[in-house]
């Protein structure tokens, strides 16, 4: 199993510049998220999903969209690059804790991240 | 609101001495928590969960429902340690849920 991957690993665009990037897993997991990572802030979510069609807004969503078409995919779309989104971008999978069922294998996977640079 | 706190962005201790990540949080259910670390340049990866009550790497942590604790602890650090600590909570409230806390950098000094 490949586990997490994401592409790519460093990108630099300019201002109001329009990009993807991509997460993908082999795992099946039904949830699937994106977080940035910024020195002092920890990690934020930015968005999730659940599952194939379903996403939600996580701490910090203004500045991007997702979409989830299938189990293995969650890309993340900047719609107008702009510098304050310049940080290092995890994407993470888990399984979801059915409630009732006692299950726990709710560990979350992570890519090795993207390192975006906007000027 | 759901919240995890790590009070401390960085916390230095000598190789030796004991260690001590503190994590509290806030949630109205039933907690799973969980300790992640990132070592330089790798990707964050589990360390421990508290549904496990194990013991890796030395490290270990106990929930603490009254205090809302979920603290790190080791008693003897070593310099590989020294990474950043994220600890995480997940939540099931009508969806599923991850939040991390801030994290905070270890660094053990020889």
């Known amino acids: 199993n490949a586990g997490v991957t994401q592409t790519p690993k460093f990108q630099v665009l300019k201002t109001g510049q329009s990009m993807t990037l991509q997460c993908a897993q082999d795992m099946n997991h039904e949830y699937m998220s994106w977080y940035r990572q910024d020195p002092g802030m920890g990690l934020r979510l930015i968005h999730y999903s659940v599952g194939a069609g379903i996403t939600d807004q996580g701490e910090v969503p203004n500045g991007y969209n997702v979409s989830r078409s299938t189990t293995e995919d969650f890309p993340l779309r900047l719609l107008s690059a702009a510098p304050s989104q310049t940080s290092v971008y995890f994407c993470?999978?888990?399984?979801?804790?059915?409630?009732?069922?006692?299950?726990?294998?709710?560990?979350?996977?992570f890519g090795p991240g993207t390192r975006l640079t906007v000027l | 609101a759901q919240r995890v706190t790590q009070p401390e962005k960085l916390l230095s201790v000598f190789k030796g001495a004991p260690v001590e990540l503190k994590c509290n949080y806030s949630?109205?259910?039933?907690?799973?928590l969980f300790w992640y670390v990132q070592y330089s340049r790798q990707r964050l990866q589990l360390l421990l969960r508290?549904?496990s009550r194990e013991s890796i790497k030395g490290f270990t942590a106990d929930l603490n429902k009254g205090e809302t604790s979920f603290h790190l602890k080791k008693p003897f650090a070593q310099e590989e340690d020294s990474a950043m600590y994220y600890c995480a909570l997940s939540q099931w409230a009508g969806t599923y849920k991850y939040i991390f806390g801030t994290g905070t950098r270890l660094k053990v000094l020889a």
């Open positions: 508290h549904i």
């Open positions: 993470a999978s888990s399984r979801t804790r059915t409630p009732g069922t006692g299950v726990h294998y709710n560990e979350q996977f």
């Open positions: 949630y109205s259910g039933s907690p799973e």
